[in-house]
């Protein structure tokens, strides 16, 4: 688990806040991607960035904003969220996108107040 | 649409005795299978994949996993549980259609081994 890392674990924020989500990757891999889990639902895939450009956003409103200033750190800016947004976030990682294994942090777990 | 199903939201098996988790797939074209475990407040965790080759793909910790194309599964299997493999179970598919690609995960199933 220490090749991808997430900050902070754990987040309370209210709805007018604005915090910040942090992925770190030591693997050398090329693609990340963020997911959210949510109780009894599917793993929904978020964002998805190769080589730092970002190649899917699977309709996520905008109060989220993905940033990937290089191929190791990938952000996820919170803004303004709604209760229902509480979740663990996942980042993930892979060496190509999609084509390869992904390897996962630990997660951030996030409750909106 | 690519879909993942796991008919099982929870399996209950002791320690000792084998395992299975099921999980089926719906893809347009030669799917990428795999399974992660998830512990409590953890990530997911890969087990093992199903790209191409032997149908029986064997992973990490004794599982293993049987491909299925006529019945479009990948259920996941351990000869024998242990308490230890208590634990949210994930089966995931990657595709190739005329759309891009695509990764879809399963809802889960929560394994509990009891001792």
């Known amino acids: 688990e220490t090749g991808v890392t997430q900050t902070p674990r754990h987040l309370v924020m209210g709805m007018t806040n604005k915090k910040s989500l942090k992925c770190e990757q030591h693997l050398g891999h090329n693609a990340m991607y963020w997911y959210k889990q949510s109780a009894k639902k599917p793993l929904e895939l978020m964002f998805v960035?190769?080589?730092?450009?970002?190649?899917e956003n699977n309709s996520v409103p905008s109060r989220f904003s993905p940033e990937c200033p290089n191929s190791s750190h990938l952000f996820l800016h919170l803004h303004t969220l709604q209760p229902e947004d509480s979740a663990l976030y996942l980042c993930?990682?892979?060496?190509?996108?999609?084509?390869?294994?992904?390897?996962f942090g630990p997660g951030t777990r996030l409750l909106v107040l | 649409a690519q879909s993942v199903a796991q008919p099982e939201d929870q399996v209950n098996v002791a320690e000792g005795n084998p395992l299975t988790v099921k999980c089926t797939y719906s893809?347009?074209?030669?799917?990428?299978l795999f399974w992660y475990v998830q512990y409590p407040n953890r990530g997911l965790q890969f087990l093992l994949k199903?790209?191409?080759?032997?149908?029986l793909v064997k992973g990490s910790y004794g599982f293993e996993a049987e491909f299925n194309k006529s019945q479009t599964s990948f259920h996941l299997k351990k000869p024998s549980a242990l308490v230890s493999d208590s634990a949210l179970y994930f089966c995931?598919?990657?595709?190739?259609?005329?759309?891009?690609?695509?990764?879809?995960f399963g809802p889960g199933t929560r394994l509990s081994v009891l001792p």
């Open positions: 993930a990682s892979s060496q190509g996108q999609y084509q390869e294994t992904q390897y």
């Open positions: 995931a598919v990657r595709t190739l259609d005329n759309y891009g690609q695509n990764f879809v």
């Open positions: 960035y190769n080589f730092k450009e970002q190649t």
């Open positions: 893809v347009s074209g030669n799917p990428y």
């Open positions: 199903y790209i191409t080759g032997d149908n």
